[in-house]
């Protein structure tokens, strides 16, 4: 009994594969995350990536391959904010601790805590979604997810819509979580960098079908890296082969990159 | 508390927002004065006339009392409606097979034109409650099943997936995803079908019974008293508009309030 709590949760993706009709989306996707690591998931839009994501999220039933998981309390954020528009902004950042049956009072809170973390001003927490822009709508969709207090997260594209200021807010209010709650997160991205900034293994995935090309590993913790060492680091994963054709860049010269490097 | 007061700030925002309702209204009650003249009072009494009548209707205690038989009629055969209607109509929407089964039902039934189903009533249930209640009950249920129906399939199979992501519990899922969206197609269904049960029950008394507003206008049809028809059409049109104004109107703004910008 007592050591089942202290083992850490892991999810275990194998031999999955899903078809659309007959249009094989994934095959042969191997992955594992385990509590306390952030795994990025990067690729050319239509792989298949917020399929897979879905998948794990149980949305939606797995007919090739099997995927186990022992983490509890999952929380899904959405490509699109997906919040309800009948609901203010708090009542559906608290829409997960509702359905946990947690008290109003104490679901308010957490929900307003939540909310300012998330960079929203007080008086935007009473508006409707619809009254809200699309990067406060992801704002809200993010602080849903974390309110319930999960660990495991499973983030497609969160940070696509903001500025990078406020990516940055978010990077550092994510690695926060990270750090005192020792969740797992899968976290689908297009953008290498911010793959870099926060993931310990990144997974490049191509398409037709998709599937798992490559796969790094930063063993640098995220709180030490840098802004030079991220250049670097996305520098040298554009350099790799895989990395290019996945995403269908040219290969480029070398003499090129090493200008690109200079200014870091 | 805050939520009491701003709710009734809106309300008497709303109220203001009638002057214009109300210009209109006196603009319809000139010309109609203005035919009276031209008619004379015989053809067309006019309205200082009628609404003479009409208190004189209500002073002597008869108007209240036809409308209240009228009413109670109306209002069961609404309730019903909307209680069958609005459970058949989420079902049909939710199964494929449920709606295949009853779309063509519903289609006969707002097809048939209510005087039709009056004579039926008629048969089956004869001069009683029964048949006004009847004719009001198949005249307005297709109004709401079609709503609810709407309501239903045009749920949002992504905000589905965040109920099952955020693990709601099936009545959480229900009266938090399924019913605020439903009800905004239902609403709009139901003070539809509440205008036409009006309507119908008037018109099933005035052919089928002994009391109630549509009795009444049938005497006063047969004493050639036109100046007693139009304070009985006063009435029911002047009730009609209350409710809906006054009542409906301001719960479907208020029910409504995340999809107008504030
Ligand atoms: N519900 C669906 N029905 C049929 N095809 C789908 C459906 N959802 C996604 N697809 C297809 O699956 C492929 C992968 O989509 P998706 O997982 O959204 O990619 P990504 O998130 O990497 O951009 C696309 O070609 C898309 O057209
Ligand atoms: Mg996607």
Known sequence: MTTAVHAPAHLEVRGLGHKFALQTILEAIDLDVTSGEVVALVGPSGCGKTTLLHLCAGLMPVRTGQIISSFNNPACMFQQPRLLPWKSTLDNIALGLKAAGTGRDERTRRARMLGLQTGLAHEDLGKFPHQLSGGMQSRVALARALAIMPDLLLLDEPFSALDIGLKAELYALLLHHLNTCSLGVLMITHDLMEAIRLSDTILVMAPSPGRIVHRFRIDLPAMQRDDAFVYKMTAELLQDSAVRTSFRLAPIKSELLTRQELPC | ?262
């Open chain 2, 1 to 262: 508390m805050i939520l009491l007061r701003s709710g009734l700030k809106s309300f008497l925002i709303y109220l203001w927002s009638g002057w214009g309702a109300i210009a209109s209204l006196m603009l319809f009650l000139a010309v109609w004065e203005w035919a009276g003249l031209y008619y004379g009072e015989l053809i067309l009494p006019n309205p200082r006339i009628t609404f003479q009548t009409l208190a004189g209707l209500i002073a002597e205690g008869s108007a209240w009392q036809e409308l209240t038989i009228t009413a109670r009629r109306a209002l069961i055969g609404f309730g019903a409606a909307l209680a069958v209607g609005s459970t058949l109509g989420l079902v049909a929407g939710l199964s494929m097979t449920a709606l295949m089964m009853s779309r063509p039902i519903v289609t006969v039934l707002i097809g048939t034109p209510p005087i039709a189903w009056l004579v039926l009533a008629l048969l089956w249930f004869g001069n009683g409650d029964g048949t006004p209640i009847f004719t009001v009950f198949v005249a307005c249920m297709p109004i709401v099943f079609v709503g609810a129906m709407l309501g239903a399939r045009t749920l949002d199979g992504q905000l589905g997936d965040v109920a099952t992501a955020y693990r709601l519990p099936p009545l959480m899922r229900f009266t938090d995803i399924v019913l605020p969206h439903v009800v905004s197609y239902l609403f709009p269904a139901w003070i539809t079908a509440l205008g036409i049960s009006w309507k119908v029950v008037v018109m099933a008394e005035l052919l089928a019974s002994s009391d109630g507003v549509g009795a009444a206008l049938a005497v006063s049809r047969s004493h050639l008293d036109t100046a007693a028809t139009l304070a009985w059409i006063t009435a029911v049109v002047g009730l009609l508009l209350a409710v809906e104004y006054l009542l409906l109107e301001p719960i479907k703004r208020e029910i409504e309030r995340w999809r107008v910008a504030v």
